[in-house]
């Protein structure tokens, strides 16, 4: 394997660890808040039992989104040099900018919320965990607006050989980020919510601190059906505007291979790259793609077919990943809606609990699978049209990349095993147990 | 005008990453040294706590700054030290880590795991953070096309390595001032008499280093044609006798801040001996990378400019505030890790 293909693997490999982590820190930091902003607010306990609890989880997964983030900042430089000297001026400058206007206030702030719950004033440490959500919201928005660059650039003149900035608002205010930062946030937002609900149901399942888990499922439930009603209008939104800006994606997306109006959309199919063609076609419908993406039966969309070979995306990988990330999209609609309507007796519903349990992991493949779509989908181009990836990689020994390639497999596989068992095994234990004031006074008589 | 300014901010922030980071790496080192028990490990653990996240934030800034000011030098520096900064950054990932999961298993075996991590990880990523510095200060084999022509041998030579070694007594020296600063007791006597004994050894690596960089460096012929910045070398032999000083009478908080003014002090003593460079080729000074020749635009330079001076005094404002919160020593009830 050549430095490009290892880079691009050992890349994808940190980005996709990356972020294994970082949707849950963007949701449950808001769910937190929600529940200590309640603690203030009516002086109950539970809420602050609740907020320690899911916080306890959300410290351990935290830092594994921290560490993985401070190699990917640097991994332009060291894998991608020609691309980060070629767009360093738009693309280092908005990493930059989340470094000094998010990262900061949210790692910060996250040792206040840990180390300060008898320093500060309940008020002043619910505010805390706000600010911790609004930077890791601040974050992501920058982030995306970087990526949302790299698959569609603007803003930008080509000068002394390299990509310049000559409209910072250009950049920062495209409708393709907002769009991306829309897409993404709400797709952290719904795996948050199925994280609480899923070990919520657990603990209800087994009949153990009721009152605390059907608390933390409502508002894990309401958050969530919110964001998948949104995910799944604007992802159709954002779809339309793939297929406008990236028509090679839209294609390889679709399995697309001749340009054609009424262009139809099949049930089932198996991309056959080889052949240009796809087998096993069920149920092909004339104009439903036209439809979905020009919101016209008969619009013409571009094929496969239409693009040179060697500017066509991976069509199996990308078409795959987008059905996935698509049909689970549809089905958080469904098991959210469906709990919505059951959301008073929920323990009256043990199958529906046990799928919200094994349910947790799906929002994680339909995050990953929607980051495949957008960056598979986007080859062979770094930046969309103007950079190829395979112009954009350093100049480096392959047994370096190989090396640290092994290294990254090693040490971030042994973290997320010892990441997710600890946070399962938390999870599994519950909330601390009150202090039962017999206990108190138990220990005053035996002193 | 504006390259010059970034130039300045570029070496502000990396100075400000090591006097932060600084000791908590030190204590890092520390761990093994001058703990007996688990207890005064957990001590340790929980006297950088709340400070270790905080402070890296000024490691991605300035790795962030050095890309969006100077993405020619960004792309060539992080390529050609390809190995010693991935191994920087494993080493980070696994102290940081190991911060967060030490406290969740009661095994001694587990809480052994995490503590080597701890140690080895501070140890690593202070040692290379020296190396790679010397080496930015004596140059390295770049060629014109701003490839790195050698392995990762060419890096390790005996000015580079001592650049390794100061930087690593550097912050045990500082953390342990910290520690003496936040904890009580026996682990505060064992800090503080640990300070007192490295001083001697990193006061003579400080001197010896400025001594050798004559000799393995152009920093100083820099300095001859603006004698002014003679005067940095100076502040810092003073710096060394302050902190000397400061722990002397035990004023810890003092000695805290003289020991981060000499860290500062050595990490601009280089800088300022390269300028225009930030990158010198040891192959040919003409293929050195230079503020001129890998700079952003003006326009990016001026939009982060803008970012740069309202956020950064914010950003020292909410930290100071957190130091200030912080600021007590480190007590029985207050053992979270």
Known sequence: MDVLILSRLQFALATGFHFLFVPLTLGLSILIAIMERKYVNTGDEEYKRMAKFWGKLFLINFVLG????????????????????????????????????????ESTFIAVWHFGWNKLSPRAHATTMWLIAAAGTFSAFWILVANAWMQHPVGYVLRNGRAELNDFFAVVTQPFAIQMFIHTLSGAFILSGFFVMGISAYHILKKQNLSFFKRSF?????????????????????????????????????????TTAY??????????????????????????????????????????????????????????????????????????LYGWFKRHKLEDYPLYLKIMLFSIPLPYIALQAGWIVAEVGRQPWIVYGLMKTSDAVSNISQTQVLTSFIAFLLVYSLLAVAAFSLIIKFAGQGPDPLPLPAEEKGGEANA | M????????WAVLWAVYFILDGFDLGAGCLLPVLSKDDKDRRYIYNATGPFWDGNEVWLI????????????????????????????????????????????????????????????????AAFLFGVAFAGIFAGIPIDEAGHFQGSIINLLTPYNILGGALFVMLFMLHGSIWLAIKTNGELKNRASNFAKKIWPFVTLSGLVFI??????????????????????????????????FFIEIASWWKAWFASGLVIG????????????????SSINDQYSMTIFNSASSPLTLKIMLVVVIVFIPIVIGYQTWVYYLFKDKVTEKDLIY
């Open chain 2, 211 to 244: 001594i050798s960089t004559g000799f393995a460096t152009n920093v100083f012929n820099y300095y001859m044609s603006y004698p002014v910045l003679f005067v940095i070398p100076l502040m810092l032999l003073f710096g060394f006798m302050l902190i000397w």
């Open chain 2, 265 to 280: 002090l050595t990490t601009f003593f280089g800088l300022a001996g390269i300028f225009p460079r930030l990158l010198p």
């Open chain 1, 218 to 258: 409502q508002m894990a439930l309401t958050f969530a059906l919110i964001f998948s009603v949104v995910e799944v209008v604007q992802g159709h939104m954002h779809g339309a505007e793939v297929a406008e800006i990236q028509p090679a994606k839209l294609a390889a997306m679709e399995s697309h291979w001749e």
């Open chain 1, 263 to 336: 262009a139809p959309m099949a049930a089932f199919l198996i991309p056959d790259e080889q052949g240009e063609k796809n087998n096993f076609e069920i149920l092909p419908v004339r104009g439903v793609l036209s439809m979905l993406a020009y919101h016209d039966p008969a619009a013409e969309v571009k094929g496969l077919k239409y693009f040179p070979v060697d500017e066509r995306p991976p069509v199996t990988l990308t078409f795959f990943a987008f059905r996935i990330m698509v049909g689970l999209g549809f089905l958080f609609v469904l098991l959210t």
């Open chain 2, 2 to 9: 504006l390259e010059t300014i970034w130039f300045v901010l």
């Open chain 2, 61 to 124: 800034t300035a790795g962030g700054v050095t890309f969006a000011a100077f993405p020619g030098n960004y792309a060539v520096m992080f390529s050609a030290l390809y190995t010693p900064l991935l191994m920087i950054l494993f080493a980070l990932i696994v102290r940081g880590v190991a911060f967060e999961f030490r406290r969740h298993i009661d095994d001694p075996r587990w809480k052994k795991l995490w503590d080597i991590c701890m140690f080895a990880g501070s140890f690593v």
């Open chain 1, 66 to 105: 921290v560490v993985t983030g401070i190699t990917l900042e640097f991994q332009f430089g060291t894998n991608w040099a020609r691309y980060s000297a070629y767009v360093g001026d738009i693309f280092g400058s908005l990493l930059a900018i989340e470094a000094t206007t998010a990262f900061f206030l």
